[in-house]
């Protein structure tokens, strides 16, 4: 089973409103991420657990709240966010050390109104 | 500031041709050059990998070269067909530390094949 699993596909929230993104992967991974990626734009980096701790914040907005609650789960709580915030959320995994290939989701298709 | 500069942008090819994408790097510390592939609506996939150890690297239709001197790697694409039609990343990481593999991506190149 190489599959990181995200949930939901789609979200539209409105400005006001709190919504959680979910992701699961059962290869005993103990990196995960979150990545931002706008339209027709490269992932960038916005969160790294490493076992189930945070060790990477790329200066993320606290709008943007991660939370690893074991080592096959991650999620992003979202709360007041902007428009600007309307992305393609892709979660990832990777073994640690040096052979850390990064398998990512299908990613949530965020639409903030 | 851009960490790894991805060249071009978009890439037209004809069914059979070779598609070639170049990447170029700054951070010394990186040891880890994956290739990803994005389809339209998905996460991005992986291509392939090299480490700065090795010159060059096969798999299928797919090589990467590297040229650890000039901070270059490059993806071909052999007997590119319509299916190929995505956008490939390159990206660059240090994955010596113990935090995860923090990657860092290339603009992007959108690569078209034409039957």
């Known amino acids: 089973d190489t599959e990181v699993t995200q949930t939901p596909k789609h979200l539209v929230m409105g400005m006001t409103n709190k919504k959680s993104l979910k992701c699961e992967q059962h290869m005993g991974h103990r990196a995960m991420y979150w990545y931002k990626q706008k339209a027709k734009k490269p992932p960038e980096l916005m969160f790294v657990y490493s076992y189930e701790k945070l060790s990477i914040n790329e200066s993320v907005p606290s709008r943007f709240s991660p939370e690893c609650p074991n080592s096959s789960l991650l999620n992003l709580h979202l709360h007041a966010l902007q428009p600007e915030d309307s992305a393609l959320y892709l979660c990832?995994?990777?073994?640690?050390?040096?052979?850390?290939?990064?398998?990512f989701g299908q990613g949530t298709r965020l639409t903030v109104v | 500031q851009q960490q790894v500069k991805q060249s071009p942008q978009s890439l037209i090819v004809q069914k059979g041709g070779i598609s070639i994408i170049n990447c170029a790097y700054e951070n010394t510390a990186f040891d880890y050059f994956p290739w990803y592939q994005q389809f339209p609506g998905k996460g991005p996939a992986l291509l392939i990998a090299?480490?700065?150890?090795?010159s060059e690297k096969k798999e299928g239709r797919f090589t990467i070269s590297f040229n650890k001197s000039a901070k270059q790697f490059s993806l071909h694409i052999m007997d590119s067909q319509p299916g190929d039609s995505a956008t490939y990343f390159c990206a660059a990481s240090n994955v010596a530390r113990a935090a995860g593999n923090k990657l860092t991506f290339g603009g992007g190149t959108r690569v078209l094949v034409k039957p």
């Open positions: 990832a995994s990777s073994r640690t050390g040096v052979n850390t290939e990064a398998f």
């Open positions: 090299i480490r700065p150890d090795v």
